[in-house]
């Protein structure tokens, strides 16, 4: 079924990690960003946008960070215990959802530049396969060999980076998250749930400034991008 004006939309946050990359002393989504935590960034967009009807969020059992921030009292987020890895998060924020026509709309905690322009392009997406926010390949991309070397050049045409949010039907894509991880399969994001299905989800360009913070450089970058936006 295709998303229309009445379904509800639940935004799902996989928020359990502890990003060990950073090399810092809490989880990478509690670390500060121009005063706010990125998760608070991340929250805040997505509990505005007038579409979204609830957040739900999964974190870890032992969290004890999120009861300070400013949206841990918010009406419309929802808080559950996630997993241990991503995609078990995001199966269980699933679960939560009890209205079979709604859609998810899954959004990496550590992605605090989300701009609401992207979340309605992702919207306003065509057909009833789901859709997920990328970006086109840009740069030569090389397939390396055992030895470290270059084994060959890969056409970069139709290669994509995947980015979130991802938006499909709620109640199908708990039922691939959960057919996934009884084959054993490595689900790396919720569209590649969807592909074992036979799903063919849609690739919607997102804007460049919808980053992904894992190292220190890209706490750094993301400040310089949300200090600009502020800056408008």
Not at 48 to 70: N, W
Not at 133 to 153: E, F, Y
Request: glycine residues 6%; contains cysteine.
């Amino acid at each position: 079924m295709p998303l229309n004006e009445s379904a509800p939309l639940y935004a799902v946050v996989p928020a359990a990690g502890v990003g060990k990359r950073m090399g810092a002393d809490r989880p990478k989504q509690y670390l500060l960003l121009n005063d706010r935590t990125i998760l608070s960034h991340t929250l805040s967009v997505l509990l505005s946008h007038p579409r979204i009807h609830k957040v739900i969020v999964a974190l870890g059992p032992e969290d004890g960070y999120f009861d300070s921030l400013e949206e841990a009292r918010h009406p419309r987020l929802i808080r559950v215990d996630g997993g241990r890895e991503r995609s078990d998060s995001v199966r269980l924020a699933l679960a939560a959802i009890e209205d079979e026509a709604a859609w998810a709309l899954v959004h990496d905690a550590a992605r605090p530049c989300l701009h609401h322009d992207d979340i309605d392009r992702l919207l306003a997406f065509p057909g009833d396969q789901g859709a997920i926010l990328a970006s086109p390949v840009r740069d030569t991309m090389k397939r390396a060999g055992a030895d470290g070397t270059i084994d060959h050049t890969v056409p970069r045409e139709a290669l994509w980076h995947a980015l979130t949010p991802q938006l499909f039907p709620a109640e199908a894509l708990h039922q691939a998250l959960v057919r996934g991880e009884q084959a054993g399969a490595v689900i790396t994001d919720e569209a590649s749930a969807m592909e074992r299905e036979g799903w063919h989800p849609a690739l919607v360009a997102g804007r460049p400034d919808n980053i992904k913070i894992t190292h220190p450089d890209d706490l750094r970058l993301a400040q310089l991008y949300l200090a600009s936006r502020e800056a408008q």
